[in-house]
């Protein structure tokens, strides 16, 4: 981000392949802290999403402030114990950690499973490019060995 001339507020690096929900709760958490003292108006998760093997999309979610989906015929009033905005407090920071983390995983997959699909291609390549260069050699070794044939018979037949 330095080019586009953005602060960078953190760097999380060194997750690794198998990473736990908290492995990734400081990235949540600085989500989340930012968010509540007004330092982000939007906050937005891009990772690439794995569909399969060879598909994987890239993702661009909106993740704060939560937009409450309208349902129609949902016109319920529910009562919350304790009220409605503890119950909130405590369950927005949860699916932050949970929507970050899911984003992580689902990078790790498609890395991984791009990088399984480029290594059966460049095993393939190779094992091509073994196959026509035997086949070179050997030909090559055949064109030899008849050119010395040629060369025993031409003197044998010169002596004879």
């Given at each position: 981000?330095?080019?586009?001339?953005?602060?960078?507020?953190?760097?999380?690096?060194?997750?690794?392949?198998?990473?736990?929900?908290?492995?990734?709760?400081?990235i949540s958490r600085?989500?989340?802290?930012?968010?509540?003292?007004?330092?982000?108006?939007?906050?937005?998760?891009?990772?690439?999403?794995?569909?399969?093997?060879?598909?994987?999309?890239?993702?661009?979610?909106?993740?704060?402030?939560?937009?409450?989906?309208?349902?129609?015929?949902?016109?319920?009033?529910?009562?919350?114990?304790?009220?409605?905005?503890?119950?909130?407090?405590?369950?927005?920071?949860?699916?932050?950690?949970?929507?970050?983390?899911?984003?992580?995983?689902?990078?790790?997959?498609?890395?991984?499973?791009?990088?399984?699909?480029?290594?059966?291609?460049?095993?393939?390549?190779?094992?091509?490019?073994?196959?026509?260069?035997?086949?070179?050699?050997?030909?090559?070794?055949?064109?030899?060995?008849?050119?010395?044939?040629?060369?025993?018979?031409?003197?044998?037949?010169?002596?004879?």
């Amino acid at each position: 981000m330095m080019r586009y001339g953005r602060e960078i507020i953190a760097d999380f690096t060194g997750i690794g392949d198998r990473p736990t929900l908290l492995d990734t709760l400081p990235i949540s958490r600085v989500i989340i802290d930012g968010y509540t003292e007004g330092l982000f108006d939007l906050v937005y998760l891009a990772y690439a999403r794995f569909f399969t093997t060879m598909t994987q999309r890239p993702v661009l979610e909106r993740l704060l402030p939560i937009e409450p989906e309208l349902v129609e015929g949902a016109e319920v009033d529910y009562i919350y114990e304790p009220s409605g905005e503890v119950v909130l407090a405590e369950l927005l920071p949860r699916y932050v950690e949970m929507e970050v983390y899911h984003a992580i995983l689902e990078s790790i997959a498609s890395e991984q499973s791009a990088r399984m699909v480029a290594m059966r291609n460049a095993t393939e390549n190779a094992n091509e490019l073994i196959q026509d260069l035997t086949l070179m050699y050997n030909k090559a070794r055949q064109e030899m060995i008849t050119k010395e044939l040629l060369d025993i018979t031409g003197g044998a037949v010169a002596l004879g």
